[in-house]
C-alpha cells in the first residue's frame, strides 16, 4: 500500500515539475532575442469585418533609435486610421536580419509583411514564399497610378509583383565639404576622375587627413559595369567579367594608395561594425565611398559631422555606365499570411500616403509618388532635398540596374572580403587574388539550386 | 517491488528525460538525415546521398582553414589554460588568509566567460583605441597603435587569451585535487632530499592525473565547439584565419542556406572530438593513476 502511494505522488510531483518547466527554455544558452510568437493572427482566414482585431507582424532591418523610431510613428499613424488593425513590429540589424528571415521561413512563420531587400527577393519568390500583390494593384488597395513603372518594375520576378519598392536609393560618395574647402579641394562634379581622386586624397594626406577607406564589393561592381562589364553573368550562374585584368587593376590601385597612405588601415577598416564609426563619419577622412554608401544614410553621417555632408556619383560616372538606381528595401506579403489584405493595405500607406511619407521624410529611402514629394516639400529638410537632387543627378548618369544578385551572393561577398583582405595584407598579389575569386565564385554559382 | 522503485526514478526524472528526448535526441537524428541531402531552409530537402561530405572533403577551401583554425585553438589553448590553472592552483595551495577571496576571483571570469557580453568587452580592448593599446602606450612609450584583433598574426592570440583567462573553473578542480594528496608524502620526499621539480613529477602530478585526465577531456571537447569568441571578436576573420569550426557550421547554415551541408559538417565534429577524446581514454592506462590501484 505504501509503495503504491508512493508511487502516485511521485507521479503527480513529476507531472507537476514537467508542466511547469514547460515555460522556461532549455538553458543551452540560445539567446533569440525578439518574442516573436505571440503576435499570430486569430483564426479567421476569410475578409475581416471591421470589428475585429487584427494583429499583423512586421519586420524591419536596422536596429538604430532612428529607424525604429520613423518606422513606429507611421504604424501609430496607421493604426489610427484603421482601429482595429495592430501591427507589431520586430528589428533586427545587419546579417541577423536575414539570418532571422530564413528560421522563421523555416518554421513557417514569416511575418505578415516582411521587409527584404532587392538581393533577397528573388530567392524568398522564387522558393513560393511571398504572395503576389498583382491582385491587390488591381483592385486598387495598392494603387499604382501615375507612377512610373520604372520604380515598381525592380519587385516584379517572372512577370508577378513580388514587393513594393519602399523608396529608392543610390550609392553615393559622401564628402566632407568643409574639409575639402579648407585642404582647397574643388567639390566632385560628375565628370570626376579616379586620377583626380587620387590627386585629392594626397593633398588630404599632406593636410595630415585620410582620404577615404579600402573599396568593398560594392565599388567593383560599379567599377565593372564602368568597364562594360557586370558582377554577375546574365543566368547568375558564373562571375559577368571574363577579363581577370579588371579584377586585379581594381586591386593594384588600392595597393598603391595603401602604399602612400592616404587611405585607412585595414586593420583600423576591419573592426568598424556601424555607420557610425568610419573614418568618414569619425571626421577623419575627406571621401566616404569605399565601403558602400547608400544615399538614404545621409542622416546619419550628417548627424556624426554635426553639418551637411557633399553627395557625390563614384569617380569615373561620367558617362553613366556605372551608376544605378536601386529601390532601397521592398515590402512583401508572406505567402501564409492570414490577412493579406490588410498587409496590402499597410503597404499602400506606408509607401504611397501622405501622411507616411511626412513622417519617414525619405529615411527609407526616397518616395517616388509625385504627391507625396509635393506634398511634403515644406517639411523637406536641407537633407532630403539635397538627397532628391542627387538623386535626379544619378538618373541624369546612370544606367539600368543589375538583375538582383543570384542566391550564392552572401557567400560571395564573403569570399571577395577573404580574397580583398588576403590581398591587402600582401599574402596574395592581386592577379592571383583575381584567379582564386574566380574560381571559388563560380564554384558556389554552379551549385545546382 | 524493485521494479517499483525503477518506475519511480524514471518518473522523477522525466522531465528531463522528455525535454532531452524532444530537444536533443530528435534534432540529432533529424541533423543526421539532412545531413545527407541538400537543404537550404527555404524549401524541402533533397536526398544527394554523400556529396555533401564529398564537397567538403573535395571541393571547400574553407573547410581546412576552419579544421586548422580550430585544431590550432584546441592543441594551444587547452594546454596554455590547463597549465595556467594547475599553477596558480598550486600556489593557492597554502594557508593564505584570504584563500576564499582569490578562488573567487579566480574563478570568476569563468562564470562570465563564455558570454557575448564578454566578447564584446574583449574586442574593445583589443581593438585599435582599445585600453591594450592605451596601457603599452601609457606604460612603454609605444605609440603605433596595432588592431589586436584584426591582424592575421595576432587575431588567434587573442582568442587564445580568452580562453585562458577562464582558468578559474580548471583552477577550483585541480585545487581540490591537490588538497587531497596527503602532505605525508611530501614531508617524506622532503627526508629523502627531494628537489620542487621532482616532487612535483613524482608526487603532484601522478596524483593529480585523475583530474588532470578529467580537466584534458572537458578541454578537448570544450575546445573543440568554440564559436562565441570566434563570432563576435574577429568573426572568423582576418580572411579565415580565425574561422572555427562551428562558427563555419553556422555560416553555411545560417547564411548561406545550406543547412544539410553544416548538418553533414557537424557529424564530422562530432566523430573526430570522439575520436580525440577516445585516443586520450586510450592512452589514459599508462599515465593516469588512481589511489585504488586500479582502473
Redesign the interface.
Known sequence: MRKKTSLLGSALLATSVLISGCGGSAGSGDSSAAPSGGASSSASAAPSDPGEKITLRLTIWGSSPMTIGKNDAVIKKFEELHPNIKIESENYAGDVYFDKLSVMAASNNLPDIIRIDYGNIQNYASKNLLLPLDPFVEDKTINLDGIDPVHTEGGRIDGDLYGLNIGNNAPVMFYNPKMLEEAGIAAPTPDYTWEQYEKDMETLQGKGLLGDTHMGMQVFAVWLRQQGAKLYGEAGDKLGYEDDKLFSDFFDIQLRWQKKGIISPLGTELEIKGLEDGPFAKGQAGFGAGLGYWSNQADVFVEALGGPVGYALYPGSGDGKGMYIKPSFFHSIAKNSKHPKEAAQFIEFYTNSLEAGRELNGYFGIPYKQEVIDGMQDILTDTQKSIIAYLETVRQHSSKIDNPEPAGHSEIQKLFKNVSDEIFFEKITPADGAAKFRELANAVLGKPK | ?RK?ET??GY??I??WL??FAL?TMAPMFVSLYLAFT?Y????SPQWIGFGNFKTMFT?D?RYWSAWKATLTFVFVAIPLRLAFALAVAMLLNTKLKLLGLFRATFYLPTLIG?S?AVAIMW?QLF??NGALNSVLAAMFGVTEK??W????STAMWTLILLAVWQFGSAMLIFLAGLKQIPASLYEAADIDGAGRWHKFRKITLPLLSPVLFFNLIMGIINGFKVFTEGLIVTNG????KTLFYVLYVY?KS????EMGYGSAMAWVLLLTTAAFTLIVFATSRSWVFYESGRR
Open positions: 517491488m517499483y518506475l519511480q518518473l522523477y522525466s522531465p522528455i525535454g530537444f541538400r537550404d531552409i527555404l524549401s571541393a577551401e563564455g557575448v574586442r581593438g585599435t596595432v588592431s584583433i584584426t591582424q592575421p576573420g582576418p580572411f579565415d555560416e545560417f547564411r548561406y542556406y
